[in-house]
């Protein structure tokens, strides 16, 4: 089993659609949680990034991070055709460096107008 | 705005050839990161590096190695390359909130 499973979809929604994506996860040490969307041929982009339990919004964008499930999840409010990306959660323990990622597979999505 | 560079794009080898993929950044970034990107399988840490000189094993190091003896370059070395590396190869620069990757390498080895 893997530390983070996530819906590789493909998810297709219309333009103006709410858009859930989710990723679960199995080690209970992790306490960093970000968001990354990746364009066809770019790097990932960071989206979202929050510390422990609780939400963070930004925009249309909002974050939710529930460790008693071990759930997380981004919200996408309004989707545009220009959010139609792959997008990447992934975690961290505390006390590492930032960058020592474990990722999810990737979900992809297509808002079209 | 540049943040994080890579060498090339895209880059075809042959099989056992000693291939070099450079990653620059001018954040002034302490932590650098090799990935790698496979369908299916997400992005998995190759090595990382915390200070110049410095390195760590990440996830899947066999058939790699890094240097950085500068603070702003940080490289992957296929010591022999093998056509199981053939995939997207991505660096990243990240201190706390600020994380940036790099646009990939796509490297086919044939």
């Known amino acids: 089993q893997k530390e983070v499973e996530q819906d590789p979809g493909p998810l297709s929604v219309p333009e103006g659609a709410i858009v859930s994506l989710n990723c679960t996860y199995s080690?209970?040490?992790?306490?960093?949680f970000m968001w990354y969307r990746q364009y066809s041929r770019k790097g990932p982009e960071l989206l979202m990034y929050?510390?422990?339990?609780g939400n963070k919004e930004d925009g249309r964008f909002t974050a939710q991070v529930d460790k008693s499930s071990k759930y997380i999840s981004l919200f996408i409010r309004d989707s545009q055709p220009s959010d139609s990306a792959t997008y990447l959660c992934?975690?961290?323990?505390?006390?590492?460096?930032?960058?020592?990622?474990?990722f999810g597979q990737g979900t992809i999505l297509t808002v079209h107008p | 705005d540049v943040k994080v560079t890579q060498s090339s794009r895209y880059l075809v080898k042959r099989t056992g050839e000693k291939v070099f993929l450079e990653c620059v950044q001018d954040?002034?970034?302490?932590?650098m990161f090799w990935y790698r990107q496979d369908p299916g399988l997400g992005l998995r840490l190759i090595y990382f590096?915390?200070?110049?000189?410095?390195?760590e094993k990440g996830d899947i190091p066999e058939g790699y190695s890094v240097s950085r003896e500068k603070k702003e370059r940080f490289s992957l070395i296929l010591e022999s390359a093998s056509t199981n590396q053939t995939s997207m190869y991505l660096c990243?620069?990240?201190?706390?909130?600020?994380?940036?990757f790099g646009p990939g390498t796509r490297l086919t080895v044939l």
């Open positions: 080690n209970s040490a992790f306490q960093y």
């Open positions: 992934a975690m961290s323990v505390a006390g590492t460096s930032y960058g020592k990622l474990t």
């Open positions: 590096s915390y200070d110049v000189k410095m390195k």
């Open positions: 990243a620069s990240i201190q706390a909130d600020t994380q940036y």
């Open positions: 929050t510390y422990s339990s």
């Open positions: 954040m002034d970034h302490e932590n």
